[in-house]
């Protein structure tokens, strides 16, 4: 058998029939060639080249199982019409019978049924109206008799293909994994679901997309929709405008506010004004389940549609856009969504001036500065796609350390400013809006309080605007030595902008965006703690500190003209 955009051709000798269809729902083969196909039911129609061999889809016909054999006809099987219907491994037929009873081969459901599902590990399962005051109740086929279990108990509603049970506390169970999450984790951008009652699941797609329905009322003929979306949007590589970390976040209350406060509810992408962002969108749609991208304030999607399951969009923003933020709106065919898992924040173009104050201590510096060039295109590559923001990095000649401004061997790095520090700086520091002062000759920074025993390889003072570093990965002399220190740059430049802590420490000075239980490592603000050998490049901002960056550019560049 051959499947194509909307037919399927049982190959056989001398076969020619085809059978045209809307969308079908699901298809099994025999290792004979024999197969069904359940879809929408075919009017037969005369053409030319095959007379009464096409058959065409008339919408709104009711669903029918087609069965056919290699070589011959393919016809409609009488008598099993139905909303909800599929076929299973062995390919019994399950679905509605004439009384409207729920069937797979000989088992009957003795009642009327709300919705069945098929359940991943092969049971079949029935939503049905109770005969007690309560809600409707999930069974599930056991033997030859129908029971609830545990789990099913406290469920409102299921959808098709069994993948999502929701409790009285709206939580999802889902089959294929254990345990449970909360439904506005599941669904990002999902807002105001909190009427459980009203809730409807329904299966638009046996390749695992629901779409939920939440009535407006008891009485109302009105519905929301919610797309419970497998969809999962990235970058190659990272750190280029998307922040697929935040909604993936831990909700849980064993983490303080502090932690919690960046997380967000949806996908973000950063777009800057005038110009685009490119992202890859992961989903299960297809050609027949397409997915229309409607964005809002002048943005641009092309392609404006989900039509397979690995997408790449452009997503444009207008110069007049600039500072505001965006949903784009999704529907599958007429149905929009209520949750929107993906938003925009449009940023302006901006320049930031950087004095680099190269300090001898003695006659040996310890290593060779990077250039001009491999620091702003470090630093651009970092910021200038998730903050659209520019460095201007000017380096001074090398200069004498000041007297006096050792101690033991040792220059001392501290928060706020100690002597030493101040001292090289109202020395040396002037027209920059972040100064860098590189300690030559000194391997590490020495810290107060036994803060960090080895070393600090950097330090910022946050309201002064400097940055303090020293020698160490410059001194190696190789690549990746150059390459640790510019992120050693770019990570204390980071705090300039977004201000004290890292994601990954504990208690409550975590920076912006603690994230809890997301992956921290490819963080550009992560601590000290994770950087090793192997790691992923430590470059990712995430949308809260985003925000805290452009708070910093409107503050120091915007207002500074």
Request: hydrophobic share 35%; glycine share 10%; charged share 20%.
């Amino acid at each position: 058998m051959k499947s194509g955009t909307n037919y399927l051709v049982p190959v056989g000798a001398g076969s020619n029939k085809t059978v045209t269809m809307g969308t079908v729902s699901d298809m099994a083969v025999n290792t004979d060639g024999k197969f069904l196909a359940y879809a929408v039911e075919p009017k037969s129609d005369q053409a030319p080249d095959h007379p009464a061999n096409i058959l065409k889809v008339e919408s709104g016909t009711p669903l029918q199982v087609w069965k056919g054999e290699a070589g011959g006809a393919v016809t409609a099987q009488p008598g099993s019409p139905g909303d909800n219907a599929w076929i299973v491994d062995d390919l019994t037929f399950c679905g509605k019978d004439s009384q409207g009873h729920f069937t797979s081969g000989t088992q009957v459901f003795d009642g009327f049924y709300k919705k069945a599902a098929q359940l991943p590990d092969g049971k079949l399962a029935v939503f049905a109206p109770s005969l007690s005051a309560r809600p409707p109740e999930m069974q599930i086929l056991s033997g030859d008799s129908w029971s609830q279990t545990k789990v099913t108990t406290s469920a409102l509603d299921a959808s098709f293909n069994g993948k999502f049970l929701i409790n009285h506390l709206w939580t999802i169970w889902e089959n294929s994994s254990d345990g449970t999450t909360q439904a506005d984790e599941r669904m990002p951008g999902l807002t105001g679901w909190d009427n459980q009652v009203n809730c409807e699941l329904v299966d638009t797609t046996r390749h695992g997309w629901t779409l939920a329905l939440r009535k407006n009322g008891d009485t109302s003929t009105s519905y929301d929709a919610m797309l419970a979306l497998p969809l999962w949007p990235s970058t190659n590589p990272i750190a280029k405008g998307l922040d697929n970390q935040s909604a993936m976040a831990s909700r849980s209350e064993i983490f303080t506010p502090i932690q919690r406060q960046g997380n967000k509810p949806e996908f973000w992408v950063m777009v800057p004004a005038g110009g685009s962002t490119a992202i890859r969108v992961q989903s299960a749609a297809t050609a027949e389940t397409q997915v229309t991208l409607s964005p809002s304030g002048g943005l641009t999607v092309q392609p404006n549609k989900l039509a397979s399951r690995d997408t790449n969009l452009l997503i444009g923003a207008p110069a007049s856009a600039a500072g505001q933020e965006y949903p784009i709106d999704l529907k599958i065919g007429s149905t929009g969504s209520s949750s929107s898992p993906l938003k925009v924040k449009v940023m302006k173009a901006r320049v930031v001036n950087v004095q680099i104050h190269p300090i001898s201590r003695g006659t040996s510096p310890g290593g060779v500065l990077p250039s001009k060039a491999e620091m702003e295109t470090y630093l651009n590559e970092i910021f200038k796609p998730q903050i659209n923001a520019q460095f201007n990095v000017i380096i001074h000649d090398w200069q004498p350390l000041p007297p006096n401004v050792e101690s033991g061997g040792n220059f001392y790095a501290i928060d706020p400013p100690g002597p030493g520090q101040t001292t090289v700086a109202s020395t040396y520091a002037g027209g920059g809006k972040i100064e860098v002062f590189l300690m030559g000759g000194f391997e590490t920074l020495a810290s107060s309080g036994g803060k960090a025993p080895g070393g600090l390889n950097g330090l910022t003072n946050l309201e002064e605007h400097w940055v303090w570093l020293g020698m160490n990965h410059l001194s190696s002399g190789t690549p990746i030595g150059k390459e640790q220190w510019m992120n050693t740059l770019a990570h204390e430049i980071g705090h300039v902008i977004l201000g004290r802590g890292h994601p990954d420490d504990s208690g409550d000075i975590v920076g912006p965006a603690s994230l809890p239980q997301t992956d921290r490592k490819p963080r550009l603000m992560c601590s000290g703690t994770f950087r090793h050998s192997g790691d992923p490049d430590r470059k990712s901002l995430v949308k809260a500190e985003w925000d805290k960056a452009e708070g910093w550019l409107i503050d120091n560049i915007d207002n500074q003209h």
